[in-house]
């Protein structure tokens, strides 16, 4: 499968769309929710055009998995989260019409819930993404050390 260039999400993937990247490599790449349950929220989306899990392909879905374990250790490193929520939502619930994985810090007393709230809390600014994309940066560049 190839990107749809009218795909948001292949637009995003492949870096045609403003993201705020933390890491990539020939099959995905990972940058910041736009609009983050908890700070260091994380999407792991694959550059070729998949829409849910049960379509990807082997190289593709390691590629997500190994992702999602580095990602993991980056917003453990950083936050201290009381764990990490990994979570995927196929079929109509995808509202990406693109495969995504969300890589989600938490914290005792959050409800999940939340998570899928429909109202928006407000405008996150680009300011503290980019500050919080650097951090994720630098963090994970450590580990690939």
């Known amino acids: 499968m190839q990107a749809k260039k009218d795909c948001l999400g292949c637009r995003l993937a492949n870096k045609n769309e403003t993201i705020y990247m933390v890491y990539e490599d020939d ?3 990972c940058f910041l929710d736009h609009d983050p349950f908890n700070e260091g929220h994380t999407l792991i989306l694959p550059k070729q055009h998949f ?3 049960d379509e990807l392909d082997e190289e593709t879905a390691n590629a ?4 999602s374990i580095l990602i993991s250790k980056v917003l453990k490193s950083l936050y201290q989260p009381d764990g990490i929520t990994i979570n995927q939502n196929g079929g109509v619930f995808n509202d990406l019409t693109h495969y995504h994985m969300h890589v989600v810090p938490r914290y005792e007393g959050q409800w999940f819930g939340e998570f899928y709230r429909e109202e928006v809390v407000g405008e996150v600014d680009v300011r503290e ?3 919080v994309r650097e951090r994720m940066v630098e963090a994970v ?3 690939m050390i």
Do not use: G, S
Request: net charge negative.
């Open 64 to 67: 997500i998995m190994r992702a």
């Open 141 to 143: 560049n450590e580990l």
């Open 129 to 131: 993404l980019e500050r």
């Open 27 to 29: 099959y995905v790449t």
């Open 51 to 53: 829409l849910d899990a």
